[in-house]
C-alpha cells in the first residue's frame, strides 16, 4: 500500500479536483486497514460514516459495516482477522435518492492503481469481492494467478447471511 497518495492519480479523479471532493467534503483517501492477514475484504466504497472514521467498515449502525459484525460475533472472529480495502477511496456523496451514489468509472480507474498495489505489496492467499464496483474493479487489476478470488453479492444489495458467514470463515 503506498504511504501516501500520486497526486496525478487524484488529479484525473472526479472526487477530488483541486484537493476537495465534489461533494464538499475534504479529505484524502482512505488507506486500507491492514491487520496482517491472508484475506482482503474489498467493498465498494466508504460512506459518511466510514469517510468521518477514516476507516472501512467503520458504520457499524446499519449497513454493511453492521452486516459484518454480526456475521464475525456469530463465526467467531473480529476485523482485526482481516485486511480491508475498498475499491473507491473517497465518499462520493449521496444522491437524490438519499442514498449513495454509485462511484464513477473514472474515480474506479484512478482508485484501480490503490487497489493493485495493495494486493500486490501483500501474499494473500484469498480475497473476498463485495459488490458489483469491487468486482469490475478486481477485474481490471494484474494479480498474481495463485490468489484465490471470490465475488459475493454486496452485503447491503441481497448477500444472505449464510453466504456472509461462509465467506468470512477460514478456508
Keep these: 500500500m503506498p504511504d ?3 497526486n496525478i492519480v487524484c488529479e484525473n479523479c472526479p472526487y477530488h479536483p483541486q484537493g476537495k471532493l465534489f461533494c464538499g467534503i475534504e479529505g484524502l483517501p482512505l488507506n486500507a486497514e ?3 492477514s491472508r484475506i482482503l475484504l474489498v467493498l465498494q466504497s466508504p460512506g459518511i460514516v466510514e469517510w468521518h472514521e477514516r476507516r472501512p467498515l467503520a458504520n457499524l449502525e446499519n449497513g454493511a459495516g453492521r452486516r459484518f459484525t454480526e456475521s464475525l460475533g ?3 472472529l473480529c476485523r482485526n482477522n482481516f485486511d480491508i480495502t475498498n475499491a473507491i477511496q473517497c465518499y462520493q456523496g449521496k444522491g437524490l435518492n438519499k442514498r449513495d451514489k454509485r462511484p464513477s468509472i ?4 484512478c482508485c484501480s492503481v490503490w487497489l493493485e498495489q495493495t494486493i500486490n505489496g501483500t501474499q494473500y492467499d484469498r480475497i473476498l469481492v ?3 464496483v469491487a468486482k469490475a474493479s478486481i477485474a481490471d487489476l494484474h494479480l498474481p494467478e495463485n490468489i484465490q478470488i471470490i465475488y ?3 452485503p447491503s444489495g441481497g448477500l444472505a447471511n449464510e ?3 461462509a465467506a468470512l470463515r477460514p478456508a
Excluded at 473514472?106 to 480507474?109: D, E, M, Q
Design 4 to 6: 501516501s497518495y500520486d
Design 34 to 36: 491492514l491487520n496482517g
Design 74 to 76: 456469530r463465526i467467531g
Design 106 to 109: 473514472v474515480a474506479r480507474r
Design 130 to 132: 463485495f459488490g458489483t
Design 152 to 154: 459475493l453479492a454486496h
Design 163 to 165: 453466504s456472509l458467514d
